[in-house]
């Protein structure tokens, strides 16, 4: 299935500001990119840096005014492995790559939450299952809320409000993961049907071997997602690093079906092409 992903964002700026941007979807065996097009007003130049897979567009501006638009069409076609298969791998049989997911985070504490997730759901023996098992609960006992929590908040928070948006649902679902022996990492992801559109958060975790994905707000269908990035918690995966005095005034986000589709939607927010993105990458 074709998606069309868009993203629009615009910042003052006082002085220069250095911009590294996480906004363009990765290419691996589940979605490929079939056009993209970024494109800047206020920057001379930017350089893209593959880490990994994940891509990143760094920016200079001395400009007062910096606008980014980013879309991309692209082909997703996600697997949907056997959950019997999804055993939790105990600590000793665990590649060395995915261990750093199993510490406690600046936004996952999951050695403040250990008690009570070894007490709620380590009685679950299939790691598919108890995995599914804590993403119910906290779909069940955790109110979709906007505007409660910030930047700030953290799995623990979460866990004692009761409430929150995909960011704090996804860090949760880290915290109880790893809580259990369980790496676990955060993704950032473009997603259809979200209202407000926005960027969207969910996790994964490593059973079998490899990583499967979870979404506990049941917002978006998972089979729409693209992904962006991934890292230990929202720290790692913001989609705007900035160094600076530079402050977001404008935003739009969008994600509709293939790039005919009569009922995809434009956000608000339109920008004036003048440059784009030469490749780079490190060594």
């Not at 056009?35 to 994940?54: F, K, M, N, P, Y």
Request: charged fraction near 20%; aromatic fraction near 12%; glycine fraction near 6%.
């Amino acid at each position: 299935m074709e998606f069309r992903v868009t993203c629009r964002l615009a910042y003052a700026i006082t002085g220069s500001a250095s911009f590294l941007f996480n906004v363009a979807p990765e290419q691996n065996l589940y979605q490929r990119i079939i056009t993209e097009d970024l494109q800047l007003v206020g920057s001379a130049a930017c350089h893209e840096l593959l880490i990994g897979r994940q891509r990143f567009h760094r920016v200079l501006s001395t400009a007062d005014r910096l606008e980014l638009n980013y879309t991309a069409v692209l082909e997703l076609n996600p697997q949907f492995p056997d959950p019997d298969t999804l055993e939790a791998r105990p600590l000793h049989e665990l590649p060395p790559e995915v261990l750093v997911f199993l510490y406690p985070s600046r936004f996952c504490q999951s050695d403040l939450l250990a008690r009570f997730a070894n007490r709620e759901f380590k009685q679950i023996e299939s790691g598919f299952e108890r995995v599914t098992r804590f993403c119910n609960w906290i779909y069940e006992y955790v109110e979709y809320l906007p505007g409660l929590t910030n930047s700030s908040t953290s799995a623990f928070d979460t866990a004692t409000q009761r409430a929150g948006v995909c960011r704090d649902f996804a860090h949760l679902g880290i915290a109880f993961s790893r809580a259990l022996g369980i790496p676990a990492r955060f993704v950032s992801c473009y997603a259809f049907g979200l209202t407000p559109p926005d960027f969207h958060a969910h996790f994964e975790a490593f059973l079998g071997d490899q990583w499967i994905l979870f979404d506990p707000t049941r917002l978006s269908p998972q089979s729409s997602f693209v992904r962006i990035g991934h890292g230990r918690d929202a720290a790692d995966s913001s989609f705007a690093t900035i160094v600076g005095n530079a402050s977001l005034i404008q935003m739009g986000v969008s994600t509709d079906l293939g790039p005919a589709n009569p009922k995809a939607t434009t956000p608000q927010f339109v920008t004036v092409p003048i440059s784009t993105c030469p490749s780079f990458a490190p060594p």
